[in-house]
């Protein structure tokens, strides 16, 4: 069979998101996946419905003899599918068969399944925005179904395409990551692969594999077996239940990254299907390999729940491409490309393998009788291929074989004559003698860790060396450190030795990124002040092509251009220094400057897209259409999803249909239209971009299962004003009012570009409400407060009717100037504008808390909009707080069993802990009252979760307080066996779980002492309230501090929290539970 490949249409039972929120989300303190959580520009999305419905979506078939598989272009260019056709069509891929997101993205829905390609950052910020598409077709009959986007976040191109061959099971993985900016960015890529588990699946890795790591290497762990604690778990303490290797085994969710290995495979193996899967791939180039897990146990199947109907628990096993853990970050510099290749294929019936490679997998273990039990699989037929063994260079045995795709051969009749397995090699040669593969055995005790333990930088002033400050802000940089501040060490080194050049390089980089021209140039002046002050050329032109950026901004192309050329002088910067030469030229009609510049620039970058196609726009005025042809041929050959190469190729050829097929290609999606207009105006090409304006206004945006919110913007009108008005175009007046009447729905700006653009528009006659709120937005997000305020009350000024101007005010305000009247006061008149945005009563609500306002006012305030209130988790869970502290449980309790819950990732307790309470305090009231039976009910009920929270217990999660009062209901009620069992359990409980971490008190532990009470053990509850009281104590003398090391803290999210305060409450609150249990034992 050869390899098919065609587009279609599924229908898929999905549930449904809520609208994407049109308030722009500043999350400057999330943490998210060990690194930033910012969100902005993408539109978030918090809500799920309930309920199915059938759902249209392209979907992409890829299949040959042997593997089929399926692709959903529309959510992140994903893999849905991946069967073993050789092996009654198992999944080695993790079948869905519903779409059901959960909140776990970082613009909220994500599924799980197949495989999620997750770039720049994990999760990928486009998992639910669709991608573009284009299938190739090469002469040997292999087929490519290409998938590519412009990151939402920083507009890098991510391009993967999924390749099969027509003779082999081998499943190709193409990459290309292209950085269509000027800028340095960082990123991550990992290979997402979910595979279905039970009891009998189980992971493997190389066998050198001897230890691995949690996210950020802060903690280790011995591998597979693990003779340690690890995720507070106590491994050592389960000899029968510590194999790693094993989901059965894991009990919490848990992540384990590979730090060593010398081989590039791992993979998955189903004992009950006889299947699995291997990925291969080039170790030096992608080192990462993870598996993560919701764990074996109540609470990860209730997130099992939350993504799936009836598809069952998985696990994820990841590959990272320049990078080996998460978060853990490469650099991309400008219109630099970076392509690589990874590889999976199907593997039958030899169970976990020892060594894989692209052609073959084999499995070789020594078994308890000596004899060496061997398996082989391949993915491409071989035939009378030689399986060699040796024992110590010695020829053992040799076997000749044949073996197709989809077949496997085993034998166990070999005896092994020594004891260490490393004394072991097994190779596969074809018939005519090249090598397949190779295996070396391992001794396992010969192995020795080499990668220590991640540890917390200190904070700035306890740094003494400059080094270290310079390279510990560039380490916060890299990995987009959401708490720390790289240019806290920046600054504290300029304190100390105002002329360190790097410092000043580093503060500059960051300025021009956030759009603070001045003085970026001032900061990039002193850098290249000190890089020349005994020499004039410097061992890096950085500086010198970054100070040309910025003045390129402050519209100082004259003075950019020297600075541009001098840091051609350094081969690093030679490229994107060229580039910035030619567009330049360009700008100036010089055209024949520009192409010399562009092929200087092309001389040490061939890769760079945007080359290429200002080359052939060049030509075109020049008349030289075949050539200009010819070079966007040559580039779609290489990436025929570059839109800015579709659209001039449409030019060129003044092809209607290639204009149609340009739109379809990029779905006329106005993010990706803005990109392109942004191309064009940096080289001066005003008229190619107001003609591309024109199309995308006068066509209609693609439609697609899973829209991109933004896909329409304000912005492009602006753009269209700010070109016309630069060409002298009369209508210039009539588009920018136009542009100032258009919707301010998710009018989110990112690029220097729009900020430039937006600071015209303000600057024009008539005021410009609109403006300022964009404008406000892209200050904010950049972390320039006083901006952002200053534009978004001028807009206030101007009486404008935006209700997100005045919310994000009241945000600003509070965060920056900690001032709950005024804050209140601009949410109110937020409210008044937009009464039907149920987002906004939450946030009033979470501000009032943090403002200090009584449970009586806030519970007022939320009954009062209880209709939106019922739209949303957060503020539900809210409400059912204040019932609760209010003393109305019941209420609270209907509250909460009359919905179903979708908790976020990172933030799961909140609803569980408001369902235990109010059945704690109904049943205390029944028990109270005598009524001891109708207690005990409350009392279980509070154990026993119900699926409609989305959430259940963690298994570290101390639930003292609950066991103790069902001791006390079932003492009420003469049943004191039966007590005493709940007293003991409660009172042999270790530490909770609250935060998504274990800690050794929380305000349970109190409830552990009265159960020691209870069982008449006074010196053990003494001494627990000693620990607790000096515990309480010792953190009210601790200074707040986010852990360094946080996976996600879904806490700190739109307001300022002080983390402070919030500590020192909790600790006042421990010492005074400490202090009324030793009281109680001192008069018992």
């Known amino acids: 069979m050869s390899v098919q490949a065609h587009i279609s249409r599924q229908s898929i039972p999905t549930y449904p998101l809520g609208e994407p929120e049109k308030n722009p989300l500043f999350f400057e303190k999330r943490v998210y996946q060990g690194s930033c959580g910012k969100v902005y520009p993408v539109p978030f999305v918090d809500k799920v419905y309930d309920e199915p419905v059938d759902a249209s979506y392209q979907s992409v078939l890829l299949e040959n003899d042997f593997v089929r598989l399926s692709m959903l272009p529309e959510i992140g260019g994903r893999i849905f599918t991946g069967q073993d056709k050789t092996n009654n069509n198992y999944d080695f891929f993790y079948r869905q068969d519903v779409i059901k997101p959960a909140l776990v993205g970082l613009a909220g829905p994500w599924i799980s399944g197949g495989v999620e390609f997750n770039w720049p950052q994990h999760h990928r910020p486009g998992t639910y925005l669709p991608t573009d598409i284009h299938i190739e077709e090469e002469s040997d009959g292999a087929r490519t179904v290409w998938m590519s986007e412009h990151d939402p976040l920083n507009r ?24 269509r900016t000027p800028l340095t960015h960082t990123f991550l890529w990992w290979a997402n692969v979910a595979a279905m588990v039970h009891d009998q699946y189980q992971s493997f890795f190389p066998p050198d594999v001897h230890y691995v790591a949690d996210h950020a290497v802060r903690a280790m762990s011995s591998f597979p077996v693990a003779n340690n604690p690890y995720y507070d778990i106590p491994y050592q303490d389960r000899p029968d239940a510590n194999d790693l290797s094993w989901y059965k085994n894991i009990p919490v969710p848990t992540s384990y990254m590979v730090c060593q290995t010398n081989d590039g495979f791992f993979g998955g193996y189903d004992h009950l299907a006889n299947g699995g899967f291997v990925h291969v791939a080039n170790r030096h180039v992608s080192p990462g390999k993870k598996q993560w897990t919701w764990g074996n146990d109540a609470f990860g199947w209730a997130w099992d729940r939350e993504l799936t109907d009836n598809n069952g628990p998985y696990v994820e096993l990841m590959a990272g491409v320049f990078t080996d853990n998460q978060p853990d970050f490469t650099y991309l510099a400008p219109y630099e490309t970076k392509t690589f290749s990874q590889f999976w294929w199907p593997i039958q019936n030899i169970g ?18 000596r004899n060496i039990e061997l398996g082989l699989c391949v993915s491409k037929a071989i035939s009378e291929a030689k399986l060699i063994l040796y024992y110590r260079g010695e020829l053992l045995t040799e076997f000749t074989l044949s073996l197709q795709p989809g077949e496997s051969w085993k034998n166990d009749a070999t005896r092994f004559p020594g004891e260490s397995p490393a004394d072991l090699q097994v190779r596969l040669l074809s018939a005519s003698g090249q090598a397949i593969l190779k295996y070396q055995g391992v001794d396992p005790s010969k192995l020795e860790r080499e990668r220590p333990l991640a540890t917390e930088p200190p904070m700035p002033e306890d740094i003494p060396s400059q080094d270290s400050l310079f390279l510990t802000g560039e380490h916060l940089e890299q990995y987009r450190h959401p708490t720390r501040n790289p240019e806290d060490y920046w600054n504290e080194a300029l304190e100390r030795d105002p002329a360190d050049c790097r410092c000043h390089l580093a503060l500059g980089k960051r300025l021009l990124e956030r759009g603070q021209l001045t003085e970026a140039a001032q900061h990039l002046n002193e850098s290249i002040q000190q890089l020349t002050h005994r020499h004039p050329n410097p061992v890096t032109g950085e500086a010198h092509y970054f100070l040309g950026l910025c003045l390129l901004r402050l519209g100082k192309n004259n003075e950019a251009y020297p600075l541009f050329y001098k840091a051609t002088w350094d081969y690093a910067w030679r490229s994107p220094a060229y580039y910035q030469i030619a567009c330049i030229d360009a700008c100036r009609h010089d055209w024949a400057s520009a192409l010399e510049h562009l092929e200087s620039s092309l001389d040490t970058n061939r890769q760079n897209n945007k080359a290429q196609v200002l080359k052939a726009a060049i030509r075109r005025p020049l008349g030289e259409t075949d050539a200009a042809s010819t070079t966007i041929h040559h580039l779609l050959d290489q990436d025929p999803l570059d839109h800015w190469a579709r659209f001039e190729q449409a030019l060129i050829s003044n092809d209607p249909c290639l204009k149609t097929e340009f739109l379809d290609r990029c779905r006329n999606d ?28 006068s066509h209609p945006v693609i439609e697609v299962a899973v829209p991109n919110p933004s896909e329409r913007s304000a912005m492009t009108r602006y753009v269209q004003a700010w070109l016309e008005q630069q060409a002298g175009i009369p209508e210039s007046e009539q588009t920018l009012s136009q542009a100032r009447d258009q919707s301010s729905d998710y009018f989110f700006p ?28 892209y200050y904010y997000d950049k972390k320039r407060h006083a901006d952002a305020i200053r534009v978004w009350q001028t807009a206030e000024q101007a009486q404008s009717k935006i209700p997100q101007i005045y919310r994000n005010l009241g945000i600003a305000v509070w965060n920056q100037q900690h001032d709950y009247e005024q804050a209140n006061h601009y949410y109110q008149r937020a409210i008044a504008l937009a009464p039907s945005d149920a987002r906004l009563i939450a946030e009033a609500d979470q501000l009032a808390d943090k403002g200090g306002r009584n449970s009586g006012q806030r519970l007022a305030f939320l009954e009062n909009h209880r209709e939106l209130v019922m739209q949303r988790d957060d503020a539900v869970v809210a409400l059912a707080t204040l019932l609760n502290e209010s003393g109305r449980p019941d209420a609270a309790l209907d509250l909460i069993i009359s919905r179903r819950f979708h908790p976020w990732e990172g933030g799961e307790g909140m609803v569980l802990k408001q369902y235990t309470t109010a059945h704690l305090l ?8 005598g009524n001891a039976e109708e207690a005990l009910k409350h009392f279980r009920a509070a154990m026993d979760t119900p699926e409609s929270l989305g959430e259940a217990y963690h298994p570290l999660q101390a639930k003292a307080n609950v066991n103790y009062w069902l001791g006390r209901s079932l003492n009420a009620m003469g049943k004191y066996d039966e007590a005493a069992s709940r007293f003991t359990e409660a009172a042999e409980e270790i530490g909770d779980f609250a935060g998504m971490e274990a800690i050794e008190h929380s305000p349970l532990s109190y409830y552990r002492g009265l159960a020691l009470l209870e069982l008449d053990r006074k010196n053990e509850a003494n001494a627990l309230f000693e620990s607790l009281l000096h515990y309480g104590k010792q953190k009210l003398q601790q200074k707040a501090t986010i852990d360094y090391f946080a996976t996600s803290l879904p806490n700190l999210l739109v307001f300022d929290d002080d983390l402070q305060a919030r500590q020192d409450q909790e600790a006042r609150s421990l010492i005074k539970q400490a202090e009324d249990g030793l009281q109680m034992i001192k008069h018992t």
Not at 352 to 369: G, K, M, T, W
Not at 922 to 929: E, N, S, V
């Open 156 to 179: 890098l191109k991510g391009m993967h395409g999924i390749r099969l061959r027509p003779d082999s099971s081998l499943i190709e993985l193409r990459a290309r990551l292209y950085n």
């Open 922 to 929: 109904l049943g205390q009231k029944h028990l109270d009252g």
């Open 352 to 369: 976990p393998v020892q060594q894989a490679n692209q052609e073959a997998a084999l499995a070789c273990s020594i078994r308890e009788d």
């Open 750 to 777: 990112s690029r220097a570009e729009e900020m430039l653009i937006l600071e015209w528009a303000i600057e024009e006659p008539g005021g410009d409400p609109l403006a300022c709120y964009a404008l406000g937005n």
């Open 670 to 697: 106005a993010q990706t239209i803005l990109d392109l207009v942004f191309d064009y105006i940096e080289a001066g090409f005003h008229s190619e971009a107001l003609l591309l304006l024109e199309w995308h206004h």
